[in-house]
């Protein structure tokens, strides 16, 4: 079943583009959507939520548009980015008032299983308003998650919360993933999508620029040339070496060490220290200068020009 | 009616409307009035006609309007303001419950915040037991008319606050005692008119007959909720243009 079908989607502001003629289809799993801040990635969350209409282009989630159409929260929950919440309840009677809001039969029992999956039973006590930004976040996926929605939208989830937080709404997303569900949450850090998502959707200034399986795409973005600074006991003695190997591009020497230009980064990462090791070098410092996503995002995007 | 009133809604919405500063705020004009008829009931002399001005042009101009444009904008419009409304919207629940809930909750608010101290003040006042009642009831009226245009006017506009005064102090306090036609747009004169059908009083200027008000004042009510609706029902979370 193709639960998220967005053809042609184009929306403005104005005369600003957010997003760009984008098709893509989103099915059972957990799915990136992943790009700098600004790229549009809360503009295509809030258009499959049914909170902002296509300027053009048709979208669907399951067999209808969702803007217009509140059924569709039926089968559709949505974490949101801001973190405005009600936060004069307790979390329990935040998620006990939506499981209300949407009518189920079993109120408590849902409620109950919404806290425990989100592990948020300690604080279900204590209101909101006393809540980390880390626990506002998962009450508010276990109120999006309250009716065991066939689609759950998560805008930033990872934002704000500390490692540990992270590495267990990660577990979380995984696991409504197996369960068959379809899972699109937006990130701008490269690491969150690479340990949860097997498919990515990158998204470069509201356009679609890569799009499919994560290890693909990573290896596109791992084989991209790179500049590295680079300090050792020897700097010169390591150029040489480092002139002799494949993925070299070019070295410089600066004042404060050698700049490094590499066809291919993972190789270069994989091989420089066993390298320097073996001709007895030490190695003292090894700073990558474009690592900012933008360059990444640059990357992909002018590689798919080609 | 049951299904278009949902009493989740109305239960949070009591708490996140009391629970607020603003709580306070719609408060004071209730005192004033009250502290007001007070001071004038122990300094004038009976007889006297300052209960007509107090309670019609104070109670009906200042406090009934301005009470239920605190209540009525804050209902819905606080929660589209902080972004809390998609917690609500993001359920299947129908967009007409939700204007009729905060409607209902604001109107009710409304009633215990200026017509009900409206009427303590009427009590008070020397002489007018029976324009307490009227002015009471036209208050009653007055609350219901009012809520459905401002829970409206916070769905339309962000800025529905300053559109209010705009309308309460230009409209209202201005032009429809200047230009008798504006009186048919007037909900303090809608309000009016039901209050001296039931006691004629010379000197409230109620520009309206009974059924004109009723008529134009059920009209605006209802069509402001549909028009809430409507836009509700359209509801886009703000974008930055980014």
Known sequence: ?306 | MSSLFNPIVAAITVRATLGRRRAFLFAIPAVILIALTLILRASRPPGAQWPDHVLGDFGFSVLLPLTALIIGTGVLGAEIDDGSAIHLLATPIRRSSVVVTKFVVAAVLTMVFAALPELIAGLLAPNSGKLAFALFAGALAGSVIYSAVFVAASVLTTRAIAVGLLYVLIWEGLLSNLVGGVRILSIAHYSLGIANAIYPDQNLMAGLTLSTSVVLGVIVTVGALILATRRLSAFAIKGDPA
């Open chain 1, 1 to 306: 079943m193709t639960a998220i079908q967005l053809t042609g989607v184009s929306r403005w502001y104005g005369n600003v583009v957010a997003v760009n003629d984008i098709t893509m289809t989103i099915g059972p799993g957990v799915t990136g959507l992943l790009g700098p801040n600004g790229a549009g990635k809360s503009t295509i969350i809030h258009m499959i939520a049914g909170f902002l209409a296509p300027s053009k282009g048709t979208l669907n989630v399951g067999d209808g548009p969702s803007w217009g159409n509140p059924d569709v929260y039926k089968t559709l929950g949505l974490v949101p980015e801001r973190d405005s919440v009600y936060a004069f309840l307790t979390g329990e009677q935040f998620v006990r008032a939506t499981a209300k809001l949407h009518e189920l039969a079993d109120v408590a029992a849902a409620t109950k299983r919404a806290i425990e999956m989100t592990d948020m039973s300690d604080a279900a006590d204590r209101r909101i308003s006393t809540y980390s930004k880390g626990m506002r976040q998962r009450i508010k996926v276990a109120a999006a998650l309250v009716h065991d929605p066939e689609v759950l939208l998560l805008d930033e989830p990872f934002n704000g919360m500390d490692p540990r937080q992270r590495i267990h709404m990660m577990d979380l997303l995984a696991k409504l993933g197996t369960e068959g569900r379809t899972i699109l949450f937006s990130s701008h850090i490269l690491e969150e999508v690479e340990r949860l998502s097997g498919t990515i959707q990158v998204l470069v200034a509201g356009r679609l620029a890569a799009s499919g399986d994560f290890r693909a795409i990573r290896r596109l973005m791992t084989s991209r040339p790179h500049v590295f600074n680079v300090r050792s006991s020897d700097d010169r003695r390591l150029a040489a070496v480092l002139v002799g190997r494949p993925y070299t591009a070019a070295v410089e020497i600066t004042g404060k060490g050698l700049q490094v230009r590499t066809s291919d980064f993972g190789a270069f990462c994989g091989q420089i220290a066993t390298l320097t090791r073996d001709h007895d070098i030490a190695l003292r410092e090894l700073l990558p200068t474009d690592e900012s996503l933008e360059s990444v995002f640059s990357y992909l995007i002018s590689n798919q020009a080609n």
